[in-house]
């Protein structure tokens, strides 16, 4: 098992949260969004939001770019080139 596919896991399933960090994940996926955008998007709480941004940020999940306020977050290239081990995690996620 690689170690993205171990730590996807952890943060995903292993983690109280890890559903909201794993929708934070799929909406970047389809393009950048800042906290705020996410916040709307995922009806979530804008704290709840930051604090998963900063788990995910931690983790090298996924990356910003731009000043504070308008910080735009984006996957990270090995999250991005791997997007398939995600998938497959939280496919089996929503399925218990």
């Not at 929708?23 to 709480?45: C, F, G, M, T, V």
Request: hydrophobic share 35%; no cysteine.
């Amino acid at each position: 098992m690689k170690h993205l596919e171990k730590l996807l896991w952890w943060l995903i399933t292993g983690k109280r949260g890890g559903i909201n960090r794993a929708r934070i994940i799929k909406k970047l996926k389809e393009r950048p969004y800042n906290a705020h955008q996410l916040s709307k998007e995922l009806n979530l709480d804008y704290k709840t939001i930051r604090h998963h941004i900063k788990i995910l940020e931690e983790n090298n999940v996924i990356k910003p770019t731009g000043d504070s306020y308008s910080k735009l977050y984006f996957l990270t290239d090995e999250v991005e080139n791997n997007y398939e081990i995600f998938q497959e995690i939280w496919d089996n996620f929503i399925e218990k």
